[in-house]
Protein backbone atom coordinates (compact mmCIF):
# COMPACT_ATOMS: atom_id res chain seq x y z
CA UNK A 1 0.00 0.00 0.00
CA UNK A 2 1.21 3.54 -0.90
CA UNK A 3 1.51 5.38 2.50
CA UNK A 4 3.75 8.33 4.31
CA UNK A 5 5.55 7.68 7.41
CA UNK A 6 7.02 10.39 9.39
CA UNK A 7 9.99 9.20 12.24
CA UNK A 8 9.72 10.90 15.53
CA UNK A 9 6.41 12.78 16.79
CA UNK A 10 8.56 14.83 18.82
CA UNK A 11 11.78 16.85 17.93
CA UNK A 12 13.77 19.42 20.01
CA UNK A 13 16.43 21.37 19.29
CA UNK A 14 18.64 24.39 19.63
CA UNK A 15 17.94 27.76 18.52
CA UNK A 16 20.73 28.34 15.78
CA UNK A 17 20.64 24.25 15.53
CA UNK A 18 20.06 22.24 12.44
CA UNK A 19 16.32 20.95 12.23
CA UNK A 20 15.92 17.95 10.02
CA UNK A 21 12.27 16.36 10.08
CA UNK A 22 12.45 12.83 8.83
CA UNK A 23 9.26 11.53 6.22
CA UNK A 24 9.64 8.26 3.83
CA UNK A 25 6.56 7.43 1.46
CA UNK A 26 6.91 3.92 -0.07
CA UNK A 27 4.93 4.04 -3.61
CA UNK A 28 5.56 1.92 -6.80
CA UNK A 29 4.80 5.31 -8.75
CA UNK A 30 6.87 8.98 -8.60
CA UNK A 31 5.00 10.94 -5.82
CA UNK A 32 4.24 14.54 -5.28
CA UNK A 33 5.23 15.47 -1.38
CA UNK A 34 4.56 18.55 0.32
CA UNK A 35 5.87 19.83 3.11
CA UNK A 36 2.72 21.62 5.54
CA UNK A 37 3.69 23.46 8.82
CA UNK A 38 0.74 23.96 11.43
CA UNK A 39 1.45 27.17 14.00
CA UNK A 40 -0.86 26.66 17.08
CA UNK A 41 -4.56 27.16 17.14
CA UNK A 42 -4.33 27.56 13.09
CA UNK A 43 -4.96 25.77 9.87
CA UNK A 44 -1.97 24.79 7.61
CA UNK A 45 0.41 26.23 5.61
CA UNK A 46 2.21 25.05 2.31
CA UNK A 47 6.32 25.56 3.27
CA UNK A 48 7.39 23.87 -0.25
CA UNK A 49 6.45 21.16 -2.51
CA UNK A 50 8.46 18.55 -5.01
CA UNK A 51 7.07 17.43 -8.40
CA UNK A 52 9.59 16.60 -9.59
CA UNK A 53 11.23 19.78 -11.65
CA UNK A 54 14.28 19.70 -9.15
CA UNK A 55 15.39 17.27 -6.61
CA UNK A 56 16.36 19.99 -3.55
CA UNK A 57 13.33 22.53 -3.36
CA UNK A 58 13.42 25.59 -1.08
CA UNK A 59 10.52 26.96 0.24
CA UNK A 60 9.40 29.41 2.79
CA UNK A 61 11.23 30.60 6.26
CA UNK A 62 14.26 29.66 5.24
CA UNK A 63 13.41 25.70 4.78
CA UNK A 64 14.45 23.12 1.89
CA UNK A 65 13.86 19.53 1.53
CA UNK A 66 15.63 17.32 -0.85
CA UNK A 67 13.69 13.96 -2.62
CA UNK A 68 15.83 11.17 -2.70
CA UNK A 69 14.73 8.27 -4.55
CA UNK A 70 16.60 5.62 -3.79
CA UNK A 71 15.73 6.34 -0.34
CA UNK A 72 12.10 7.32 -0.98
CA UNK A 73 12.56 10.20 1.44
CA UNK A 74 11.83 14.20 1.41
CA UNK A 75 13.34 15.28 4.40
CA UNK A 76 13.02 18.86 5.58
CA UNK A 77 15.68 20.63 6.58
CA UNK A 78 16.57 24.54 8.02
CA UNK A 79 20.43 25.00 8.88
CA UNK A 80 19.54 27.27 11.57
CA UNK A 81 16.73 27.26 13.56
CA UNK A 82 14.79 29.65 15.13
CA UNK A 83 12.07 30.19 17.84
CA UNK A 84 9.33 31.07 15.54
CA UNK A 85 9.91 27.92 13.94
CA UNK A 86 7.88 25.71 17.11
CA UNK A 87 5.51 24.40 15.31
CA UNK A 88 3.93 21.03 13.64
CA UNK A 89 5.00 19.72 10.35
CA UNK A 90 3.02 17.50 8.12
CA UNK A 91 4.33 15.35 5.30
CA UNK A 92 1.90 14.96 2.90
CA UNK A 93 1.53 12.90 -0.83
CA UNK A 94 0.11 12.87 -3.62
CA UNK A 95 0.29 9.71 -5.62
CA UNK A 96 -2.01 10.61 -8.65
CA UNK A 97 -3.54 13.92 -9.85
CA UNK A 98 -0.87 16.16 -9.04
CA UNK A 99 -1.75 16.94 -5.66
CA UNK A 100 -5.39 17.16 -5.58
CA UNK A 101 -5.41 13.90 -2.88
CA UNK A 102 -3.28 14.06 0.05
CA UNK A 103 -2.14 11.35 2.01
CA UNK A 104 -0.81 13.18 5.47
CA UNK A 105 1.69 11.95 7.84
CA UNK A 106 1.40 11.35 11.65
CA UNK A 107 2.96 14.58 12.04
CA UNK A 108 6.12 15.94 14.10
CA UNK A 109 6.40 18.70 16.82
CA UNK A 110 9.29 20.84 16.58
CA UNK A 111 10.38 22.45 19.50
CA UNK A 112 13.44 25.19 19.94
CA UNK A 113 15.00 25.94 22.98
CA UNK A 114 17.17 28.56 24.20
CA UNK B 1 -9.75 38.17 0.28
CA UNK B 2 -10.49 36.02 3.46
CA UNK B 3 -9.04 32.91 1.70
CA UNK B 4 -10.92 29.66 3.92
CA UNK B 5 -13.11 30.75 6.54
CA UNK B 6 -15.33 27.90 8.42
CA UNK B 7 -17.97 28.68 11.10
CA UNK B 8 -18.23 27.69 13.97
CA UNK B 9 -14.85 27.99 16.05
CA UNK B 10 -15.70 26.08 18.55
CA UNK B 11 -18.82 23.79 19.46
CA UNK B 12 -19.79 21.19 22.34
CA UNK B 13 -22.17 18.34 21.10
CA UNK B 14 -24.27 15.95 23.22
CA UNK B 15 -24.46 12.45 21.48
CA UNK B 16 -26.84 11.68 19.07
CA UNK B 17 -27.08 15.48 18.31
CA UNK B 18 -26.82 17.05 15.20
CA UNK B 19 -25.16 19.97 13.28
CA UNK B 20 -23.16 21.23 10.08
CA UNK B 21 -19.63 22.38 9.71
CA UNK B 22 -19.91 25.56 7.73
CA UNK B 23 -17.04 26.35 5.22
CA UNK B 24 -16.50 29.05 2.22
CA UNK B 25 -13.88 30.01 0.43
CA UNK B 26 -13.12 33.50 -2.29
CA UNK B 27 -10.17 32.24 -4.12
CA UNK B 28 -12.27 30.81 -7.47
CA UNK B 29 -11.04 27.42 -6.43
CA UNK B 30 -12.86 23.99 -8.25
CA UNK B 31 -11.76 21.66 -5.34
CA UNK B 32 -12.50 21.35 -1.73
CA UNK B 33 -11.99 19.45 1.12
CA UNK B 34 -13.16 18.08 4.49
CA UNK B 35 -10.49 16.70 7.18
CA UNK B 36 -10.01 15.66 10.74
CA UNK B 37 -7.54 15.68 12.94
CA UNK B 38 -7.14 13.61 16.10
CA UNK B 39 -3.35 13.31 17.64
CA UNK B 40 -0.78 11.44 16.64
CA UNK B 41 -3.02 10.26 13.48
CA UNK B 42 -1.98 13.45 11.24
CA UNK B 43 -5.35 14.81 8.95
CA UNK B 44 -7.58 12.49 7.24
CA UNK B 45 -9.84 13.18 4.39
CA UNK B 46 -13.55 12.99 4.91
CA UNK B 47 -14.90 14.19 1.88
CA UNK B 48 -13.68 16.46 -1.04
CA UNK B 49 -15.28 17.67 -4.29
CA UNK B 50 -13.36 18.14 -7.38
CA UNK B 51 -16.13 20.42 -8.48
CA UNK B 52 -19.51 22.10 -8.09
CA UNK B 53 -21.91 19.00 -8.00
CA UNK B 54 -19.69 16.59 -6.99
CA UNK B 55 -18.59 14.62 -4.44
CA UNK B 56 -16.56 11.18 -3.20
CA UNK B 57 -15.78 9.92 0.21
CA UNK B 58 -12.14 9.85 1.41
CA UNK B 59 -10.74 7.78 3.80
CA UNK B 60 -13.21 8.31 6.94
CA UNK B 61 -16.42 9.41 5.38
CA UNK B 62 -18.69 6.52 8.23
CA UNK B 63 -20.85 9.30 9.86
CA UNK B 64 -20.58 12.20 7.81
CA UNK B 65 -22.63 13.70 4.91
CA UNK B 66 -21.40 17.01 2.65
CA UNK B 67 -23.00 19.41 0.13
CA UNK B 68 -21.46 21.14 -2.73
CA UNK B 69 -24.30 24.23 -2.34
CA UNK B 70 -22.29 26.14 -4.83
CA UNK B 71 -18.67 26.74 -6.11
CA UNK B 72 -17.83 29.00 -2.99
CA UNK B 73 -19.48 26.49 -0.23
CA UNK B 74 -18.91 22.97 1.06
CA UNK B 75 -20.28 21.78 4.41
CA UNK B 76 -19.93 19.19 6.80
CA UNK B 77 -23.07 17.22 8.27
CA UNK B 78 -23.12 15.07 11.35
CA UNK B 79 -26.52 13.84 11.24
CA UNK B 80 -26.08 11.81 14.84
CA UNK B 81 -22.94 12.51 17.13
CA UNK B 82 -20.96 10.24 18.57
CA UNK B 83 -17.86 10.89 20.81
CA UNK B 84 -15.37 9.25 18.46
CA UNK B 85 -16.22 12.14 16.31
CA UNK B 86 -14.32 14.62 18.84
CA UNK B 87 -12.04 16.18 16.60
CA UNK B 88 -10.26 19.53 14.74
CA UNK B 89 -12.02 19.59 11.84
CA UNK B 90 -10.57 21.58 8.34
CA UNK B 91 -11.86 22.84 5.40
CA UNK B 92 -8.86 23.07 2.30
CA UNK B 93 -9.63 24.42 -1.04
CA UNK B 94 -6.99 23.39 -3.51
CA UNK B 95 -5.97 25.27 -7.18
CA UNK B 96 -3.47 23.88 -9.54
CA UNK B 97 -0.51 25.40 -9.99
CA UNK B 98 2.10 24.19 -12.24
CA UNK B 99 1.75 20.45 -12.72
CA UNK B 100 0.52 20.05 -8.96
CA UNK B 101 -2.04 21.23 -6.86
CA UNK B 102 -1.71 23.31 -3.66
CA UNK B 103 -4.03 23.07 -1.00
CA UNK B 104 -5.15 25.95 1.58
CA UNK B 105 -6.26 25.32 4.98
CA UNK B 106 -9.02 27.21 7.04
CA UNK B 107 -8.29 28.06 10.67
CA UNK B 108 -9.84 24.77 11.65
CA UNK B 109 -13.38 24.20 14.23
CA UNK B 110 -12.92 22.17 17.61
CA UNK B 111 -15.31 19.93 17.78
CA UNK B 112 -16.35 17.51 21.11
CA UNK B 113 -19.23 15.21 21.73
CA UNK B 114 -20.35 14.34 25.35
Known amino acids: AQSVTQLGSHVSVSEGALVLLRCNYSSSVPPYLFWYVQYPNQGLQLLLK??????LVKGINGFEAEFKKSETSFHLTKPSAHMSDAAEYFCAVSFTGGGNKLTFGTGTQLKVEL | NAGVTQTPKFQVLKTGQSMTLQCAQDMNHNSMYWYRQDPGMGLRLIYYSASEGTTDKGEVPNGYNVSRLNKREFSLRLESAAPSQTSVYFC?????????????FGPGTRLTVT
Open chain 2, 92 to 104: ASSVRTGDSYEQY
Open chain 1, 50 to 55: YTSAAT
